[in-house]
């Protein structure tokens, strides 16, 4: 099972936020309350945690003498929800469409574990950025296919899309799952569509390992 929680950054870009104090010290406050979730989830023996920070892009200033800063900041402030987690702990995090390039190293800079990111619709033109990260272990998950319709996928068309990210990234960092989260669908929909993905998954693994 994993747990979830939202991150600090994402929580304080859609909030109404206090104004007598600068928002990098609002959202360390956050980060520490956050922090607190996550060594409760950790003693209740949840041993992969996903931290959401589906707003940190859209949180950069538009002046670019001020993104370094933001940056830094929100940044430190994830690695603090974090920090005291034991090493078998996995920490994900998951961010939604966005122009990724800008970004790409303060995204590796927020130590994850994994990398969950909304593609489907994309069409794997967000996935050539991240293979900068490769050489940092972490790994990556793009969406295979789109929450956001009815639509039921096929094992077969997803792991036609699987073995399309397969030709960007290396399959020891490529993790399977849907672009978001679930909670727009109804369970007959939710179901069909995550076994036709368990399905395609076990039918590539068992593809790659013949090719060995």
């Given amino acids: 099972m994993k747990g979830m929680l939202t991150g600090p950054v994402t929580i304080l870009n859609w909030s109404f936020v206090r104004n007598d104090q600068p928002r990098s010290e609002t959202c360390y406050q ?3 309350a956050i922090k607190d979730e996550v060594e409760d989830l950790e003693k209740a023996g949840i ?4 931290i959401d920070e589906a707003a940190l892009r859209e949180g950069l200033p538009l002046r670019k003498s001020e993104q370094a800063f933001y940056l830094d900041w929100a940044v430190h402030s994830f690695r603090i929800t974090n920090c005291g987690v034991q090493d078998t702990t996995q920490i994900h995090t998951h961010m939604c469409y966005s122009n990724f390039n800008g970004i790409i190293h303060s995204i590796i800079n927020m130590d994850a574990d994994v990398i969950t990111i909304e593609n489907s619709r994309s069409h794997e033109k967000l996935l050539s950025v991240f293979r900068e990260g490769v050489k940092y272990g972490a790994g990556i998950g793009p969406g295979v296919y789109d929450i956001h319709s009815p639509r039921i996928p096929s094992a077969e068309e997803i792991a036609d899309r699987i073995n399309k990210m397969l030709a960007v990234l290396e399959t020891n960092i490529l993790w399977v799952n849907p672009d978001c989260g679930l ?3 109804k369970y007959t929909e939710v179901k069909p569509a995550l076994s036709n993905m368990v399905a395609a998954a076990k039918l590539l693994r068992s593809q790659l390992a013949s090719a060995k």
């Fill in 30 to 32: 956050i980060a520490l």
């Fill in 47 to 50: 041993t992969v945690i996903q």
């Fill in 183 to 185: 909670k727009t669908r």
